[in-house]
């Protein structure tokens, strides 16, 4: 599940008639796994492009890498989970940590190697073609772990990949994770204006949610930040969360943030004062979360 803003393309294409739910407590199959790595491996080649690298991802993008940077020491072993096309995991190299990154979109891998190799990175970065339901393939130790715009939101079974995350983590290691959440204000205002109801409430599913993609599926969950903390409760501890792109425009809004861009940067403001406090922090497009390894 390719940790670039995949799901950004995604709602920019996304029609009434192409989302649909499972029930709320059915797996996900194989069959509907490898629908979403062909989404990825669909758009891969273009995913460094306007509409999946703006200004809005990069402004939550670089929330996300100073999180990590404070919360993990420098020289550190970190875990990339959906690296998309690497540009994260060149980030997290360059400020001189190790990295391993995964991506269950074998051409989303082909993209950070290749993004690796064009950097002079190798000896500090390995991407690898695996998924988060394929953890437990993994082997090695690793002082950190992050996802970047929701991979995790792809997770068939989160309780698995908490417990393979405790596994791969020191005692003490942290988990950085930015994932969608369910309640986006700004989507729901701008779905429900224009009158598409079931698009606006699309969140609101507690089951898999699957959301077309460049005539493909995306098999989608979408979490409140405690919810999707109780999977991992038996093994980290709690350390923080904030609301990403609350006050400010969601990423794929960008055209509305470039046509109004000094209202939309006092937004912005408003988010980095404000979007860690209580009830404004469950609310946003994504939310960012730190826990640690007990």
Same mark, same amino acid.
């Given at each position: ?26 797996? +996900? ?52 989970? @959906? ?36 950097? @002079? +990175? ?112 038996? *093994? ?16 794929? +809004? ?31 497009? *994504? ?8």
């Amino acid at each position: 599940m390719s940790g670039q803003p995949k799901l950004e393309i995604v709602r920019q294409a996304v029609s009434d008639a192409s989302v649909r739910q499972r029930p709320r407590n059915a797996p +996900l199959d194989d069959a509907q796994l490898l629908e979403t790595q062909r989404a990825f491996d669909s758009v891969a080649a273009d995913y460094d492009g306007p509409r999946g690298n703006n200004e809005l991802i990069q402004r939550m993008r670089l929330t996300l890498w100073d999180t990590v940077h404070s919360e993990v020491p420098a020289d550190a072993r970190l875990l990339d989970l @959906g690296c998309g096309t690497g540009i994260d995991t060149v980030e997290f190299v360059r400020r001189g940590f190790h990295v391993v990154a995964t991506d269950w979109s074998p051409q989303m891998v082909e993209r950070t190697r290749t993004r690796v190799a064009a950097a @002079g +990175l190798q000896s500090r970065a390995t991407a690898v073609h695996l998924g988060v339901q394929q953890l437990d393939q993994l082997e090695g130790e690793f002082d950190g772990i992050y996802s970047n715009f929701g991979p995790l939101n792809c997770a068939p079974d989160l309780r698995a990949v908490a417990a393979e995350c405790a596994r791969l983590l020191r005692p003490g290691g942290t988990l950085v994770f930015s994932v969608m959440g369910r309640i986006c204000p700004w989507e729901l205002v701008h779905y429900a204006l224009r009158g598409r109801f079931k698009r606006a409430g699309v969140r609101a599913a507690r089951g898999a949610t699957a959301v077309g993609m460049n005539h493909h599926t995306i098999w989608t969950y979408y979490y409140l930040p405690r919810e999707f903390y109780r999977a991992f409760a038996e *093994h980290f501890s709690l350390q923080s969360y904030r609301a990403l792109s609350l006050f400010m425009p969601p990423p794929y +809004l960008v055209d509305y943030y470039r046509r109004r861009r000094r209202w939309c940067e006092r937004l912005g403001r408003l988010d980095d004062r404000l979007g860690a406090t209580p009830l404004l922090r469950d609310m946003g497009d *994504h939310f960012l979360i730190v826990m640690r390894r007990r």
